[in-house]
Nanobody, 129 residues
Framework: QVQLVESGGGSMQAGGSLRLSCAASGFGYTNSRYCMGWIRQAPGKEREGVAAFASDGSTTYADSVKGRFTISKDNAKNTLYLQMNSLKPEDTAMYYC?????????????????????WGRGTQVTVSS
């Protein structure tokens, strides 16, 4: 049973930085090809794919976060990260970690907001001006 648990959210002033973590468990040999991503949703807005990390190490980003956010994965810890710098009020949202094991390790460009079969519960990020 794959489980994803996010942490690291909080409140920050514009221009600041936060690092989100997603601890993954329940992976097995059959899950060696995957796409893992960060997706966010603000109240009243559409879900947005923010960044994605494929099992071959390739990454993809939404235009809205390119140059400010960095997605990475520590395979030893089975943890996905999202380093968020130069935060803006429009980055305020619930951030979800998700994983897809059925796509052969392919991540969509731009990152998908829906094509995942496992989801975490989310962590709130609030950026004030």
């Amino acid at each position: 049973q794959v489980q994803l648990v996010e942490s690291g959210g909080g409140s920050m002033q514009a221009g600041g930085s936060l690092r989100l973590s997603c601890a993954a468990s329940g992976f097995g040999y059959t899950n060696s090809r995957y796409c893992m991503g960060w997706i966010r949703q603000a109240p009243g807005k559409e879900r947005e794919g923010v960044a994605a990390f494929a099992s071959d190490g390739s990454t993809t980003y939404a235009d809205s976060v390119k140059g400010r956010f960095t997605i990475s994965k520590d395979n030893a810890k089975n943890t996905l990260y999202l380093q968020m710098n130069s935060l803006k009020p429009e980055d305020t949202a619930m951030y979800y970690c998700a994983a897809n094991f059925a796509g052969g390790g392919y991540c969509y460009t731009p990152p998908s907001a829906y094509e995942y079969n496992y989801w975490g519960r989310g962590t709130q990020v609030t950026v004030s001006s």
